[in-house]
């Protein structure tokens, strides 16, 4: 991280007004929610759903902190256009194999309204699986204020996030900002 430290000296680290989550306490964090999968699904072969693109650093290194044989697959939706979501969700790719019987663990970058994973999540159910939680790496609980974070049934949280604009490890702004290896709150000049 130190490296990285200074790979990310200026540049485009200069649109973030501030740093939330940096590289160290990610990867913590995320080695804990392995670690509690490890135990959660023991003597079983969990199937990742990663949502791209979003999800992509967080899959990488979950999957390396879950000491399970499992598999991975892709599923590409679209619900957000800009800085707001739309609660329209269309599937842009789905997933390449059937997930009958499969114990199924969604990989979401973070839960803003919900409605995307609470889209996922029925749709998944519809095909068969033995069972399908969520892992996201953070929850914009403020948006759902009252609504405890169950009712969206995600089981696995990393952060639970201040309902800022957030980019960076996988979140971007127009495409951008995914290569960060940190997560932070753009700057409002950079999107207005
Ligand atoms: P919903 O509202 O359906 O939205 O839970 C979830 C999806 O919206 C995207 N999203 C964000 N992307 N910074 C981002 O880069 C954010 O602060 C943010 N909030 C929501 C994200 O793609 C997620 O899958
Ligand atoms: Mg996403």
Redesign the pocket.
């Known amino acids: 991280s130190e490296r990285y430290a200074k790979i990310w000296e200026g540049g485009l680290r200069g649109d973030l007004r501030e740093i939330l989550y940096d590289v160290d306490t990610l990867q913590s964090t995320i080695l804990d929610m392995g670690e509690q999968i490890t135990r959660d699904y023991a003597g079983k072969e969990p199937l990742l759903v990663a949502?791209l693109k979003?999800s992509y650093p967080f899959l990488a290194d979950l999957a390396r902190a879950i000491n399970l044989p499992l598999t991975v697959d892709f599923m590409a939706v679209s619900?957000?256009k800009g800085t707001k979501?739309t609660?329209v969700v269309r599937i842009l790719k789905d997933l390449d194999r059937s997930i009958s019987g499969r114990d199924v663990i969604i990989v979401?970058?973070?839960?803003?309204?919900?409605?995307?994973?609470q889209y996922l999540r029925e749709n998944l159910r519809g095909r068969g699986p033995a069972s399908v939680e969520i892992a996201a790496l953070l929850d914009?609980k403020v948006v759902r204020a009252g609504k405890p974070n169950e009712d969206m049934g995600a089981k696995y949280v990393g952060f639970e996030c201040p309902n800022?604009?957030?980019?960076g490890y996988g979140?971007?702004?127009n495409g951008r900002y995914r290569n960060l290896p940190f997560i932070g709150v753009l700057r409002e000049e950079v999107y207005s």
């Open positions: 949502i979003g619900s957000y979501s609660g979401e970058d973070i839960i803003d309204s919900g409605l995307t994973l914009k800022e604009f957030v980019v979140l971007d702004y």
